[in-house]
């Protein structure tokens, strides 16, 4: 004859075991759900992505609210590939986008325009102006949980835009806006040279000029098709915007 106590036992050991069962069975639904998702977001992740970046760089000899120089517009196209959720290939081109804007503060104060010229680079070459240091450059990167995080491949001291321009008043304010122009250069640590130049009532300037842009280093980006967002720099008086799009 089977006691109660034994029955009592089997059964109790009976639900320890069902228990268990239904614990591991909803860890193994879990594990496939979170891998589902896992494969998923790669997936959606793999193909062909734009990023595009657009600015404007102020080249200017003065200070915030007595300035002299020229706008110019530009832009970055980087393209990269993912594939099984990793990082392919990438690359990556830039241009300057028309002639640059002349400008004034306060306006028709100042008279500027670009001056055609050259300039020796890090590598004793000669550069003529307006130039952009990097015109095609190759991209590195890796994706994590559908950000990526772009590489490019650009030496020191990054990209940037070199201009000749040249700027001139008759304004009697004309000596305080090359004086603190002298003071603006030295904080801002971009300028190659500037000769200065007095005819009659008119005093004019000629300036040599770098000015650094995008990209400038490593880039954090969420992968989100139509996704963009715009940087300032109130400092510099430029502005970055970026365009990130899935080719589909």
Not at 219 to 234: A, K, S, T, V
Request: charged letters at 25%; one cysteine or more; glycine letters at 8%.
């Amino acid at each position: 004859m089977v006691s109660y106590r034994f029955l009592q036992s089997s059964t109790n050991r009976y639900r320890s075991c069902s228990d268990r069962y239904r614990l591991f069975l909803g860890l193994a639904v879990c594990l496939g759900q979170l891998l589902f998702t896992s494969i998923a977001s790669a997936t959606s992740a793999d193909g062909e992505w734009h990023i595009k970046i657009t600015g404007t760089n102020l080249f200017f000899y003065g200070t915030r609210t007595l300035t002299a120089g020229l706008k110019q517009r530009w832009e970055i196209d980087m393209e990269i590939h993912i594939r099984g959720g990793q990082f392919d290939v990438g690359s990556g081109k830039g241009k300057l986008l028309g002639p640059p804007e002349p400008y004034s503060r306060p306006e028709q104060m100042f008279s500027c325009k670009m001056l055609k010229g050259s300039y020796l680079d890090r590598g004793l070459n000669i550069m003529e102006t307006p130039h952009m240091r990097y015109e095609g450059f190759p991209v590195a990167g890796k994706v994590i949980n559908n950000h990526i995080t772009l590489e490019p491949g650009i030496e020191y001291i990054g990209n940037f835009i070199a201009m000749i321009y040249e700027c001139s008043t008759t304004h009697q304010l004309a000596d305080v806006w090359l004086e603190r122009g002298k003071l603006s250069a030295l904080e801002r640590a971009k300028r190659l040279g500037a000769t200065v130049a007095v005819e009659s009532n008119r005093t004019t300037i000629k300036v040599k000029e770098i000015q650094s842009m995008e990209p400038r280093g490593t880039i954090e980006l969420p992968l989100i098709d139509g996704h963009r967002f715009r940087l300032n720099d109130q400092a510099a008086m430029s502005e970055v915007e970026y365009h990130i799009s899935k080719r589909q």
